[in-house]
């Protein structure tokens, strides 16, 4: 089937119809996408399904190296077994998935009072010669579908049985092929350059504002991505936070810094967590790091083929609670990695209380040990990304795991 | 109602309840909270809600200074007019709150295998004594309620009127106050700032990493925010893309650079956007350069209390149009901003064809031209923010709009 767009005033002239033709970002080969291709034709025929409706960012890269925000408005890949994909999304993003992408038959909606892509892509659907009664898989855990533009789809496709279906790529891109891995290396990298970029910046009389530019700067100017949610960094009483926040300040002679940040290599994320002392360390954070690195070396230990997420949380939980310190970790020490967009590079699978998922090689984790004293205010965390062999975890940082002391 | 952890087994022993106590992390005065607590309980009670469910992360952060990507997962701050607003979220994201924002009565959901936060969330409801057929509003129109956690919410609260109510608070904070144009008109001063950070290293054979390093690098440097979508970077062909994508090339000797960036303060947005010309301009980029020119003093001439956005759009297609440009604008010209969370800094409304929002004084603007001809591969793009004040459009931005060369 020609790609014919369905508004054809926005289009250029020069639009391509063949992928792989004048394609001048993807980031493999072709016969990288094939496999692909066919691994997700297998599952969504598999599922009993005529078309899944891909929203996640991460899928549409996965599948066709599409690589956009474009996703904070509608925007749909529409899959089919044994068929070639099919785009819908604005004006604004047609260049995009033909620069970047495999798609071969992109479909523009248009901004109005009145637009309603979801009725667009009905119309695409029936067009696609899909029935109005289809079996569509839907990927709804994502910030690619909003509450509102599944209320729009499920307006839209009256008839149709929408069954949620995100587990279907998600699934898919958990194991790396060799050519993520070398992805997922690189992106150790950088993360790793950007702490020694950072670390001397670090000591009493710091601003915060300068350690953050020299650490995300350093990944920018290797070539770098911008990470999918913001880096951590936080002194003070705001060592104690794990997410980021506005507002830069001043470190103390005696301080703290958490630092949560990922190497990004074309969006594959390899992150990191540290606290470094400030002038002299409290015996707390000493006791912390110690237990936190003790845990983090049994985490790393239970993360082998055969075992399962929830193993990893009961090393972590293990390791920490017959040190007293219940009260001060949290309910998860991590989680999957991959190519991941905003606004978070968690992936879905976390290590919590008898998570079920299984480990297998060439998947990616990244391990978290999140120590928060409240009561003396003290911070301490180590983490690090490990991918999966058949010989267990393997740490992708070299970077040593002794607190720092600045 | 006194805060109630919902699971007290990972809440610091030092929670605070009260809200201003230890609150290390606001950026506005107490008043100022106070009076867009009072807006938007007049705006619930007007249209007959027993409460709002607020899920979108600017609406949290205008309402209470709520400040984190913890929106990633389910997250929702509950307003009743006339009462304080409570917070359900995450073990990871306590603190984050008791630091960052107003909030006095945080509720914790906890990971688990059969986790349902929705679940929590209707437990909640209850608990703060709202019938199960309460009339609901929610925040639909956002990546803060993914369908999938929509599902959820309807499933838990299946006796309760769901009311779609996006535009409640992202009304009221259109308007800025004088605290925040303040701001915004710091973060106009970082979007500059970082410009003239970059533009010295634009040059043929440069490395677009390097640019990118230096013109982020100087907004973290100075004091500023992660823009909530990423910069877009693009030359040579890419010049002619509208959004980020990975992969850094080195300039030619002859070539073209767009850039759209933005600097940010306190999350408040100033975008502005460039292409530079790299050797000698083609003639194609003089004349779209002239256009872009002309379109964007005619859309800040537009942009004045009493218009529509739908008249500057409409300057912005004349004035393109008249030069026979209409194939290579887009269907959009700009939109509001504001202090805004990935995946975008867009705010909803946007410049299109007979787009109806009100133009009024305090409101903050984007205004890109962009011209992208695909024929000739030349990209032209121009672009800057204004304040509306009562004479009309105040540009924001001292950079000039001549054609940069290099």
């Keep these: 089937m020609r790609a014919r767009p369905i ?40 599922e009993g399904l005529d078309a899944l409706l891909i929203f996640a960012p991460e899928s549409q890269f996965w599948l066709t190296g599409h690589d ?26 047609l260049r995009q998935a033909q620069l970047t992408s495999t798609i071969g038959d992109i479909r523009i909606w248009k901004d109005a009072a009145d637009a309603d ?12 010669g899909l029935p109005a009664t289809a079996r569509l898989g839907v990927e709804t855990d994502t ?51 950007a702490y020694e970029a950072a670390l001397p910046l670090i000591g009493p009389g710091a601003d915060e504002a300068a350690i953050l530019s020299a650490l995300q700067g350093e990944i920018f100017a290797r070539g770098g991505d911008y990470p999918a949610n ?26 703290q810094l958490t630092l949560e940040w990922a190497g990004v290599w074309r969006h594959y994320h ?36 055969g075992a399962v997420m929830g193993d990893v949380f009961a090393a972590h939980a293990g390791a920490l609670d017959a040190r007293g310190l219940s009260s001060h970790r949290l309910n998860a020490c991590g989680y999957a990695l991959g190519a991941r967009f905003s606004p978070s590079w968690m992936e879905r699978e976390m290590f919590y209380e008898n998570a079920p998922a299984a480990i297998v090689p060439g998947q990616v984790f990244f391990l978290h040990m ?10 301490m965390t180590l983490g690090r990304t490990s991918l999966v062999t058949e010989a267990g975890a393997e740490p992708l940082s070299r970077l040593p795991l002794a607190l720092d002391v600045r």
């Design 370 to 379: 999140i120590l928060m004293d409240s009561d003396s205010g003290t911070a």
């Design 230 to 255: 913001e880096v951590i960094i936080g002194s003070g009483a705001q060592a104690l936070l794990c997410r980021y926040a506005s507002g830069r300040r001043r470190l103390d002679a005696q301080d």
């Design 117 to 128: 892509p979801a009725r667009d892509l009905a119309a695409l659907l029936a067009d696609l």
């Design 270 to 305: 390899a992150a990191l967590m540290r606290t470094v002392a400030v002038g002299t360390p409290r015996p707390r954070h000493l006791e912390l790091h110690a237990a936190a690195e003790e845990a983090l070396l049994a985490c790393e230990a239970a993360l082998r083929p």
């Design 68 to 93: 956009t925000f474009g996703y904070c408005f509608f925007q749909c890949l529409v899959a089919r077994p044994g068929q070639a994909p099919v785009l819908l999304t604005r004006s604004a993003d």
């Design 143 to 193: 910030h690619g579908l909003t509450a509102q533009n599944w209320l729009r789809l499920a307006a839209a496709l009256p008839r149709a049985r929408l069954e949620p279906a995100s587990g279907l790529v998600s699934a898919l891109r958990l194991v790396k092929s060799p050519a993520e891995i070398a992805c997922v290396r690189r992106a150790a990298e950088l993360g790793d350059a």
């Design 7 to 46: 508004t054809a005033g926005s289009s250029p002239s020069s639009a391509s119809d063949s992928p792989g033709e004048g394609r001048l970002m993807l980031h493999f080969e072709p016969a990288e996408y094939a496999a692909r291709q066919a691994a997700l034709d297998a599952a969504v025929a598999a």
